[in-house]
């Protein structure tokens, strides 16, 4: 059984940080990029950060560039993405995705929400 499980969310103050984590199981999850989406209210979902299987390169949307920073552990089967300078833009819930690269099958968790606001 397939799971991509997020924790890490909650509520920060601008200019705050937050770690989230996803962890997975029930497939090979070395062999999957994985990628952080958000959705805001109102909002369609938006790639947030992405990294290939290996770990060797990642890509941000360029709101996040320099403030998010993806990683994972293929050890430990688990995905992170710490948010530093947050904004009350970041405002949204957080989903976690894993994408095969040669094949269309693709895994979302159930979401955290990330609530930036004094």
């Known amino acids: 059984q397939v799971q991509l499980v997020e924790s890490g969310g909650g509520l920060v103050q601008p200019g705050g940080s937050l770690r989230l984590s996803c962890a997975a199981s029930g497939f090979t999850f070395s062999r999957y990029a994985m990628r952080w989406y958000r959705q805001a209210p109102g909002k369609e979902r938006e790639l947030v950060a992405a990294?290939?299987?290996?770990?060797?390169?990642?890509n941000y949307a360029d709101s996040m560039k320099g403030r998010f920073t993806i990683s994972r552990d293929n050890a430990q089967n688990t995905v992170s993405l710490q948010m530093n300078s947050l904004k009350p833009e970041d405002t949204a819930v957080y989903y976690c995705?894993?994408?095969?690269?040669?094949?269309?099958?693709?895994?979302w968790g159930q979401g955290t929400q990330v609530t930036v606001s004094s």
């Open positions: 990294i290939t299987s290996g770990g060797g390169s990642t």
């Open positions: 995705n894993a994408v095969h690269p040669a094949y269309p099958v693709s895994y």
